[in-house]
């Protein structure tokens, strides 16, 4: 089953707004766990951004979800990448 991975760096604590953005970020995550589109959130334990896992969905819609997040304007980068959860049907043994 294809994924796409969102490596988000974000260094939560230089945001002055950081308590109020962050409820407004985990409600709309949540709502897409619910909707079955993100499959794992991962805050990155240094507080230097978040790791998504997105199932079921294409690139340009995902790119278009990643904007609509309150801290986007923030993020200090942003990097996808489309995986293969089973690589065995692409290569022969």
């Known amino acids: 089953m294809k994924r796409i991975?969102?490596?988000i760096v974000n260094y939560l604590d230089t945001l002055p707004n950081?308590?109020?953005l962050m409820p407004q970020e985990f409600a709309i995550s949540t709502s897409w766990i619910q909707e079955g589109v993100l499959?794992?959130?991962f805050i990155k334990e240094n507080k230097t951004?978040?790791?998504l896992i997105?199932?079921?969905i294409d690139m340009p819609e995902v790119k278009r979800m990643i904007t609509s997040l309150p801290m986007y304007h923030n993020f200090d980068k942003v990097e996808y990448t489309r995986v293969n959860e089973d690589f065995?049907?692409?290569?022969q043994f």
Do not use: T
Not at 88 to 91: E, G, K, L, P, V
């Open 5 to 7: 991975i969102v490596d």
């Open 18 to 20: 950081y308590q109020e």
């Open 39 to 41: 499959e794992h959130r």
């Open 49 to 51: 951004g978040a790791i």
């Open 54 to 56: 997105f199932k079921d």
């Open 88 to 91: 065995s049907n692409i290569f």
